[in-house]
């Protein structure tokens, strides 16, 4: 493992990445290594829709709670988001999803979500300058909900939603994919050298490319 401290003392203007992809992707495990690894300028965002639904916000499928859960959702992360970036001292923040992914699971126009939460979709896809989509495994790829107690979709209902948040950032000018495999720590690995990438030099360290 790395050591956490980094020298550099530069005031960044921290670009923004966003990991994606439908439940089950692996970026709960992508981000645990990041936050291990990689030096303290590197900001790791939390999914702000777990710290909704963790929250005891109400989780019901409803049109109006669905709704109402998205705007909730939209409004953590974009505060998250505002305060890493605002504070400067971030030399990458790296988002557990970003606030279009919202409309993967909004019960209605992509219109009606951008009004409803205030901005419009090229303001949103301008904040992020990179956005990662892993792939949701399929059932025999090892897709498993049991191993997150806020995961309530089933490998199909999955796979559906990562086709729609797929759709969702397909108009973003950086993307990435990366495919599921059957070997985890090869998805591991293209992810993490992905981000390492697009972390500014200063700050980059080999033990995150390493896995």
Same mark, same amino acid.
């Given at each position: 493992m790395s050591d956490p401290r980094c020298p550099c003392t530069a005031v960044h203007?921290?670009?923004?990445?966003?990991?994606?992809?439908?439940p089950g992707a692996g970026k709960t495990a992508v981000l645990e290594v990041v936050r291990r690894r990689s030096c303290d300028h590197v900001v790791v965002l939390p999914?702000?829709?777990?710290?909704?639904f963790g929250g005891g916000f109400p989780r019901r499928s409803t049109p109006l709670a669905r709704r109402r /859960?998205?705007? /909730?959702?939209?409004?953590?992360?974009?505060?998250?988001?505002r305060l890493e970036v605002d504070e400067r001292s971030a030399a990458?923040?790296?988002?557990?999803?970003?606030? /279009?992914d919202g409309l993967a699971y909004w019960p209605g126009a992509p219109d009606e979500y951008w009004r409803a939460v205030g901005t419009t979709e090229r303001d949103a896809f301008a904040r992020y300058d990179a956005i990662i989509h892993l792939r949701t495994p399929t059932r025999e790829n090892?897709?498993?909900?049991?191993?997150?107690?806020v995961r309530i979709e089933s490998a199909e209902e999955a796979a559906r939603i990562?086709?729609?948040?797929?759709?969702?950032? /397909?108009?973003?000018?950086?993307?990435?994919v990366v495919d599921s495999s059957l070997d985890f720590v090869d998805k591991l690995t293209r992810t993490l050298a992905l981000i390492e990438s697009?972390?500014?030099?200063?700050?980059?360290t080999r033990a995150?490319?390493?896995g």
């Open positions: 203007d921290a670009p923004r990445v966003v990991l994606t992809g439908g999914e702000a829709a777990t710290i909704v /859960a998205q705007i /909730a959702i939209f409004h953590v992360q974009d505060q998250m988001e990458l923040v790296l988002c557990d999803r970003g606030v /279009a090892g897709y498993d909900r049991m191993k997150n107690p990562d086709a729609r948040i797929l759709e969702v950032w /397909a108009a973003h000018p950086r993307r990435f697009l972390t500014p030099a200063c700050c980059r995150v490319a390493g």
